[in-house]
């Protein structure tokens, strides 16, 4: 398949429904069965971080116990070098809390939808003529839906994802702001949950946040 239609195919599935988890796990093993509870809960996009020991065989792990019930993509790239790895574990998208162009062509090339990191609108607006697909904004709880209304009455092409202090009461006016999506951290993957390894409960608020969202 041509690499633009698949990113711009693999960019449908992250803004639907909308919600990006991002899983920050302490060990590779857990994943794939954080992952289906997730998805039993609703959300589709699992974003793995390069925090997560051997990311790289969680993301393999993943991809291959979900299959195309997710898509499943690596976070937190800093390099090349981790943009590379996660490319070749199978990563269907790639983000970067960080303004990184030079991950742009690499993500591009293997037809993976790629978010760079912003603060402020010049971030925001030079992530987009690097050829960013969606901005993400990090860390959102000290900006705010007001932030993101202002920003994009300006500049009303880009696809922003804010990222940090998205929660159940504020998820759905981060909707009504303008966001493409929102990626979601501590609050959905909540820590107590994977160490007990919790599943139906995550399944549970996994579906609070989804519903939230939708409202």
Same mark, same amino acid.
């Given at each position: 398949?041509?690499?633009?239609?698949?990113?711009?195919?693999?960019?449908?599935?992250?803004?639907?429904?909308?919600?990006?988890?991002?899983?920050?796990?302490?060990?590779?093993?857990?994943?794939?069965?954080?992952?289906?509870?997730?998805?039993?809960?609703?959300?589709?996009?699992?974003?793995?971080? *390069?925090?997560? +020991?051997? @990311?790289?065989? %969680?993301?393999? !792990?993943?991809?291959?116990? $979900?299959?195309?019930?997710?898509?499943? #993509?690596?976070?937190?790239?800093?390099?090349?070098?981790?943009?590379?790895?996660?490319?070749?574990?199978?990563?269907?998208?790639?983000?970067?809390?960080?303004?990184?162009?030079?991950?742009?062509?690499?993500?591009?090339?293997?037809?993976?939808?790629?978010?760079?990191?912003?603060?402020?609108?010049?971030?925001?607006?030079?992530?987009?003529?690097?050829?960013?697909?969606?901005?993400?904004?990090?860390?959102?709880? *000290?900006?705010? +839906?007001? @932030?993101?209304? %202002?920003?994009? !009455?300006?500049?009303?092409? $880009?696809?922003?994802?804010?990222?940090? #202090?998205?929660?159940?009461?504020?998820?759905?006016?981060?909707?009504?702001?303008?966001?493409?999506?929102?990626?979601?951290?501590?609050?959905?993957?909540?820590?107590?949950?994977?160490?007990?390894?919790?599943?139906?409960?995550?399944?549970?608020?996994?579906?609070?946040?989804?519903?939230?969202?939708?409202?």
């Amino acid at each position: 398949m041509n690499t633009d239609l698949l990113r711009e195919l693999r960019s449908a599935r992250l803004t639907d429904p909308g919600i990006i988890a991002v899983i920050r796990a302490p060990s590779a093993e857990l994943v794939p069965a954080l992952g289906k509870a997730l998805v039993a809960g609703g959300i589709t996009a699992l974003e793995i971080t *390069t925090s997560t +020991p051997n @990311f790289a065989a %969680a993301i393999r !792990a993943t991809k291959f116990v $979900l299959g195309e019930r997710a898509l499943v #993509g690596a976070g937190t790239i800093l390099n090349g070098d981790d943009c590379a790895a996660a490319l070749d574990a199978g990563a269907e998208f790639i983000v970067s809390p960080v303004l990184r162009p030079a991950l742009v062509p690499l993500a591009r090339g293997a037809g993976c939808p790629i978010m760079l990191g912003a603060y402020t609108p010049t971030e925001a607006q030079m992530a987009y003529e690097a050829g960013a697909d969606f901005v993400k904004l990090f860390p959102a709880d *000290t900006l705010g +839906p007001g @932030f993101i209304r %202002a920003l994009l !009455a300006p500049l009303p092409h $880009l696809r922003l994802v804010p990222t940090g #202090g998205v929660t159940v009461a504020n998820a759905a006016e981060f909707r009504k702001a303008g966001c493409a999506a929102v990626g979601i951290g501590g609050n959905l993957l909540k820590r107590e949950l994977i160490l007990a390894q919790d599943w139906p409960a995550l399944t549970r608020l996994a579906g609070e946040f989804l519903a939230a969202w939708r409202a």
